[in-house]
């Protein structure tokens, strides 16, 4: 698959990059996909929830009456998950949410996910460019000029590119990320991916790789 590679000026620059069949033209695995984003998702989760249990609660161990002829249901102490201020039942513990998943799988995944953009054509190549300084409104005319102002849009560039990360940053429905940091979860959740034209070789190395 050749795309066409434009200016950050939105113009044609009449040079086309080659995009890999074994990544972009694979059929996609929606399972592989799922698990990745599945684990993505999970390694983010803090597990420090944390809801005090029946024996942690401070309070007497009295039994509160006796235990037949009140007229009511029998009751232990005042710690009792039924009263107010008792222990939780089978509440939360701080756990790891997290998983392991073949490094195999994670590629797989990673390949599906950009394999169905290219179906989409929702990939865009966009030539090297870096900006003087951090400024929004330059971020902001680039995705205008690239007509890709009102989606949720993901930069992958080749580098760490400082002024450019500062650019975007605060924009609402933009990421950017650079080429070893392209996973599953960011490429599913974009509407438009943007891949600098350095850095298309960088991915096709990074998931090619044995």
């Known amino acids: 698959m050749d795309l066409a590679v434009v200016k950050h000026s939105g113009e044609d ?11 972009f033209g694979i059929e996609p695995n929606d399972h592989a996909i799922y698990l990745d984003v599945k684990s993505i998702l999970a390694n983010k989760r803090q597990g420090t929830s944390k809801s005090k249990e029946r024996a942690e609660i401070k309070g007497s161990s009295r039994k509160l009456k006796k235990q037949k002829g009140t007229g009511g249901a029998r009751a232990g102490n005042i710690k009792n998950p039924l009263f107010r201020g008792g222990g939780r039942v089978f509440g939360p513990r701080p756990r790891d949410y997290s998983f392991k998943l073949n490094k195999k799988v994670k590629d797989l995944a990673r390949k599906s996910a950009l394999a169905y953009k290219a179906k989409d054509n929702s990939i865009a ?11 929004t409104k330059q971020y902001i005319s680039l995705m205008s000029a690239l007509s890709v102002a009102d989606k949720k849009t993901l930069l992958v560039l080749a580098e760490n590119k400082q ?9 609402r429905n933009t990421k950017i990320i650079t080429a070893d940091q392209i996973n599953t979860y960011d490429v599913m959740n974009a509407d438009q991916v943007i891949l600098i034209e350095s850095g298309v070789e960088l991915i096709s190395n990074l998931l090619n790789k044995e």
């Open 13 to 23: 620059t009449g040079r086309k990059v080659s995009l890999s069949s074994e990544i």
């Open 125 to 135: 190549i966009l030539e090297d460019f870096d900006f003087e300084t951090p400024k």
């Open 163 to 171: 002024n450019i990360v500062r650019s975007g940053r605060n924009i």
